[in-house]
């Protein structure tokens, strides 16, 4: 089983910018999908952003053009780099891994996931 710690959270005012970091146990990032969750104070867990083994990457709507996901194999961590923070985007981060080659956006779909970081935007 891989272990996965999430870094980086923490409070800012509305239009600030955070990055999460999100580090992986092993040499398991290589070849797996990874991908950030959220999870708001009474809703569902979403997928916010996923980077599949080859680098494609996916956003929701909502964060398009705002948050980036990238990953470095050599140091088996992946990124969340938040700017123009939304007080919306306020929620559990969490990241998640799957040794897969296809990423979804279904939490049931991955095996691995982190503890969670709490992300707070203030209006």
Known sequence: Q???VESGGGSVQAGGSLRLSCAASGNF???ACMAWFRQGTGKEREGVARIQPNGDTNYINSVKGRFTISR???KNTIYLQMVSLKPEDTGMYYCAAEDSQICTIYPTWYTDWGMGIQVTVSS
């Open 72 to 74: 470095d194999n050599a």
């Open 29 to 31: 990032i290589h070849g």
């Open 2 to 4: 891989v272990q996965l």
